[in-house]
């Protein structure tokens, strides 16, 4: 069974601390990627990544770095928390191209609380 | 701007048939995927048209129109677990999606 794994279901962080969300898939993906989901706005894309140590910008990376050290593992990184980060944080992974990069296969979710 | 337009909210009976529309602005669309989340739990893909027309998948189907930037999932013989949200969203090509705001589905007996 394809899975993603993220480190957390739950974390309580305070403003201003260094929050590490971790995560990682076994299905060889080379794509993955960072969203944050908030009622009413569906899913933000923050960052992605193609490959080992690439990384690209998505729609809403402000506030917000990311770690691709291997090819399963990738980290997203609030450099400073701050209360308006409170959100669920999902992370996925795709194949790298033809019709398998059209299927994301997500984590379960970090519900991330900023105080 | 690229954004993604569905409902808010659907309510239908078990055994009924709903469709759940979905409109898209976006730049650089190569396709429309569909994804349902349970309260609590992970998306998980549904379906990826690429070309207009309707694609069916046991009782789900999903409906894209190019000319239109229009798109629909169709939920047959509604089932009580098919209560969820369900989400539209444009793929971009790299494996890049933009979401709608999603759709929450509730199905009564």
């Known amino acids: 069974d394809v899975k993603v794994t993220q480190s957390s279901r739950y974390l309580v962080k305070r403003t201003g601390e260094k929050v590490f969300l971790e995560c990682v898939q076994d299905?060889?993906?080379?794509?993955m990627f960072w969203y944050r989901q908030d009622p009413g706005l569906g899913l933000r894309l923050i960052y992605f990544?193609?490959?080992?140590?690439?990384?690209e910008k998505g729609d809403i990376p402000e506030g917000y770095s990311v770690s691709r050290e291997k090819k399963e593992r990738f980290s997203l990184i609030l450099e400073s928390a701050s209360t308006n980060q409170t959100s669920m944080y999902l992370c996925?992974?795709?194949?790298?191209?033809?019709?398998?990069?059209?299927?994301?296969?997500f984590g379960q979710g970090t519900r991330l609380t900023v105080v | 701007g690229q954004s993604l337009e569905q409902p808010s909210e659907v309510t239908a009976v078990e055994g009924a048939i709903v469709q759940i529309n979905c409109t898209y602005q976006?730049?650089?669309?190569?396709?429309l995927s569909w994804y349902q989340q349970h309260d609590g739990g992970a998306p998980t893909f549904l379906s990826y048209?690429?070309?207009?027309g309707l694609e069916e998948t046991g009782r789900f189907s999903s409906f894209l129109s190019r000319s239109d930037s229009y798109g629909y999932l169709l939920l047959q013989e509604l089932q009580m677990k098919d209560s969820a949200s369900y989400f539209c969203?444009?793929?971009?090509?790299?494996?890049?999606?933009?979401f709608g705001q999603g759709t929450e589905l509730s199905v009564k007996p």
């Open positions: 996925a992974s795709s194949r790298l191209s033809g019709r398998g990069d059209t299927e994301a296969f």
């Open positions: 969203a444009a793929y971009r090509g790299g494996g890049k999606l933009i």
């Open positions: 976006t730049s650089g669309f190569y396709g």
């Open positions: 048209n690429a070309l207009d």
């Open positions: 990544s193609y490959d080992v140590k690439m990384k």
């Open positions: 299905m060889d993906h080379e794509n």
